[in-house]
T-cell receptor
Framework: GAGVSQTPSNKVTEKGKYVELRCDPI?????LYWYRQSLGQGPEFLIY????????DSGLPNDRFFAVRPEGSVSTLKIQRTERGDSAVYLC???????????FGQGTRLTVV | QKEVEQNSGPLSVPEGAIASLNCTYS??????FFWYRQYSGKSPELIMS????GDKEDGRFTAQLNKASQYVSLLIRDSQPSDSATYLC????????????FGTGTKLQVIP
């Protein structure tokens, strides 16, 4: 596609539920990043994929968060037992390789009620 | 802990003036530097990248990098009201770290 695509654009879920957020990167981009952004803050790094493997998952806040990229293209961020503190905009970005600029999708606004 | 620091602002400048946005980072061994613009409710949009010391110009935007001082800045000439946004500084660290770390952003207001 022309840009990074994220679905859904908005997600409201109840506390304790499981959610999946999807990211479709720019075609041909091997590097994929997930960030989380709270109001008034800069994007906070969660995880980075190079190809199919998670090269750096040091930003995942706890074991309720998990992400996959099984075929080296689309990635899914999975959050188990959601908490109200998980509410944020989840941003996905991709870059051609690890040394080039990253381009962001429009984000998924997650609200946990 | 590798950090990127920015003044949160708001920075107010009159239309037509030069806006100067500053960013410092904590590690000398840093590879790449980026400026993103983020309008309220929108995702970050890349406007400039810079990899080596000195100035890089693109239209009304100039990025300046000084690795010895661990300092990167963005100048916006002839500021327009449409430039009003939050500007995020981002650093990609060297030494095996490929993640990009963002500052909290500086809010710029261009007053007509």
């Amino acid at each position: 596609g022309a840009g990074v695509s994220q679905t859904p654009s908005n997600k409201v879920t109840e506390k304790g539920k499981y959610v999946e957020l999807r990211c479709d990167p720019i075609s041909g981009h091997t590097a994929l990043y997930w960030y989380r952004q709270s109001l008034g803050q800069g994007p906070e790094f969660l995880i980075y994929f190079q190809g199919t493997g998670a090269a750096d998952d040091s930003g995942l806040p706890n074991d309720r968060f998990f992400a996959v990229r099984p075929e080296g293209s689309v990635s899914t961020l999975k959050i188990q037992r959601t908490e109200r503190g998980d509410s944020a905009v989840y941003l996905c970005a991709s870059s051609l390789n690890t040394n080039t600029e990253a381009f962001f999708g429009q984000g998924t606004r997650l609200t946990v009620v | 802990q590798k950090e990127v620091e920015q003044n949160s602002g708001p920075l107010s400048v009159p239309e037509g003036a030069i806006a100067s946005l500053n960013c410092t980072y904590s590690d000398r061994v840093s590879q790449s530097f980026f400026w993103y613009r983020q309008y309220s409710g929108k995702s970050p949009e890349l406007i400039m990248s810079i990899y080596s010391n000195g100035d890089k110009e693109d239209g009304r935007f100039t990025a300046q990098l000084n690795k010895a001082s661990q300092y990167v800045s963005l100048l916006i000439r002839d500021s327009q009201p449409s430039d009003s946004a939050t500007y995020l500084c981002a650093v990609r660290w060297n030494g095996g770290y490929q993640k990009v770390t963002f500052g909290t952003g500086t809010k710029l207001q261009v007053i007509p």
